[in-house]
């Protein structure tokens, strides 16, 4: 090696050092000036995600399950029918409200495990059961000690939606305190939420890296997630997908309150409005789809609107509740399952593919 | 005559291979090999791949002929990979080297060979040079051993020792270059299209990839890079700006893909083209002064099976690869071929699968989603590969026939999009896996790629 090489050598290791200094003192940049257009999109993205679906969400939640503990209270005070139905509407309000946050289980958040204490589905009737009819006080403080299987949403489904003409009055006493302590720990539940998600705006809105930690990623990581539980758990096992086609009535999420395809058309309007960023009047309404167009792939952003509308017209063509056709016309609800499963398919791997998921919302190392 | 004259070629190449050559450029890969791998398998712990790779996962994809690969417990996994960082070290400091080096490469490749779905190129490089290694003296000067037992001590070995390790790295570049040849690659700059576009939030650089011939500009610099860069390096002239090259390539692949050890590992692997002068002018040009440690060795000998087996390795290195031009003409598509060829980044691709297990005694119908049984990275992986598919297919069949007297059939719906088109039907719908008998033949009911 001559005087030169060396040179050579020496000045494209330097440049090296430089571009990765470089590199680097520029990565923790936070002026909006510096965004590029992908950058500006995607951040555009996800501050309409969280202020226009995401605290609009958290807060409506807050209300409707404070409302909830309030009218349960008034049912423990008067356990007249009025009561009960008043108290049963209001839970149908909180899980309209949930279904559609459900969706935005995400980092700091999805890391406090909160979703799983707010609604952990299905239930475990029979800890419940034991629980009523053990002698412990039945409060707030009790139910705070106790896993997500016995409390939140679905086990007050569970206290709200059964008779019990046959139980004991000790029984229905100690049922209705449940019911109360458990809708105070759901109120708890919805301010804690609100204040996580506060803590979390600037981590949520500034992560912009296309790593898997990248907020937009976890988004359609979420929006995957939630397509493969509706077609998997909350079709599939009632269409007996798992025990050879024998229909499953109690594999239906919420089938006690025949709410059932309510929830699924919660969870349609949550993936439809992310899709499209389509939550307010506003004049900021970034979506997937604008980010789609902007990388060229209109058509693939046109065909998933599509197929969103087609999710809907085979849930509409559903009359009657989930339960009830399930018995009576199988085939619409496989119908539904197959639309899920088609617009599973155009966001898993059609839009994973040109948004180039080896590279971004992949975990291990590829070569 | 011919025949002497041939004889006199051979002759001469054999000299030309056991000529002598210093030991230092394979010292320098001895232990930036060993350090490497140390601190790959250690990331591999830290990461939490032990239980993702290993012991998570209720079903493994393992390799062809190599089904009896099982993993062990949680903790012995671990105590395996944790040795196996623990031998390189060993390597890198030339400490106990045989043993260390046939350990390395018995570990190493028993951990590659456990879980298909983890299959990656460098991987596959890291057992090959191990292999290599437990046949080289990388061990007989700078290091413990020469200095425990300094009658072991070269300062020279054959020239064929060093060349076959440059053969190895050499392949993984010019084959990696030839796997470029694609029209996806050349003519629809795919997948860097899509690639470049994901990663416009890249400082300085973000900026161009957001215009579609950056995206030109490196499938065609990258298939020239891969294709000239042994040559360049194997010439002496052109050796600095060539290893320059090598360092700025793979620090910009790491910083653009999501690539792990790779780039480290050919940059590190590069420095063995460095010779013994160069290093010593190198060191000499920064004051530095490299010291030769005495040999007291007598002069390393060539084995007679060496050059035989050296010839027969470089000749399969060479014919493996391209073993898919005679399995398909679809190589991204089908992956016949696929692996163990260096189609390094060449492709994105994703998948769908939904498999319908039917009885076809009660003629009940079970449907079947991958992630029911298998991690994010095995379903990912399975959406997209025929073999697997096969494999997972009679996993279900066997699982939903433990007593074996069931006569099921196994379907699948899958679809795949690859290099930024539409997702197209991957498999042909009607064919019961069950019924392919073969893994192999499974390929003959991948759906053609209409347009390509």
Redo the contacts between chains.
Sequence with gaps: MNFSTKKTLLTGVLSLIGFIIIFQSCEKKSDAADLTQSEFHKKAQLVNIFDNEIMPLVTEFKVQSASLDELTKAYKANTSESNLNAAKAQWKNVVRVWKRLDLYDLGGVADSFISFEINRWPTDTERIDANINGTETLDADFIATKGSSVKGIAAIEYLLFTTDENASETYRLRKTDYLVALTENLKVKADELLALWTANKTAFVGALENGITGSQNQVINAMVTLIEEIIISKLGRPLGDTNGGTISIEALEAYRSEFSKEIIQQHLIALERCYKGDFAQTPFRVGFDDFLVLIGSDNLAVDIATQFSHCQQQLDAIDGTLKATLETDTQAVADLKDSFRDLLVLIKVDMANVLGSTITFNDNDGD | MTKFKSINSVDKLYDRLTQKTAILPLVVFRVVFGLLLCFSQLRFIFNG?VA?CYTTPKFHFTYHFFSWIRPFDSATMYAIVGATAMLALCIALGLFYRIATILFFIGFTYLELIEKS?Y???YYFVSLVAFLLIWLPAHRNYSIDAFIFKKIRLNEIPEWIVLVLKIQIAVVYFFGGIAKLKSDWLFEAQ?LK??L????????L??FF?HEYSAYLFSWSGMIYDLAIPFLLFNKRSR??A??LV??FH?LTY????????PWMMIGASLLFISA??WK??FG?LGMRLKTIPAEAKAFKTHRLAIPFLVGFVGFQIIFPLRHYVLTDQVCWTENGFRFAWH??VM?????T?FTVV?ND?Q??????P??YLT??QE?QMSFQPDMIWQFAQYLGTTFNEEGTKNLSVYVNA?????????TVFIHPQTDLLAVKHIDDMYDFVVRLADD
Excluded: C
């Design positions: 791949w993702d983890w990656l190129n460098h997948p899509i690639w576009q994901a990663r416009t939030d890249i400082p300085l973000g900026r957001a600095p700006w290893y320059v360092v700025v620090v910083v653009l893909f999501n690539i792990g050890m790779f002068a160069e002018r190198f040009r390094v980044m994105e691709k994703n998948g769908f939904e009885d009660t009940k119908k079970f449907t079947v989603y992630s029911q994010v990275i990912k679809k795949v999009a690859l290099n930024g088109r539409t997702s």
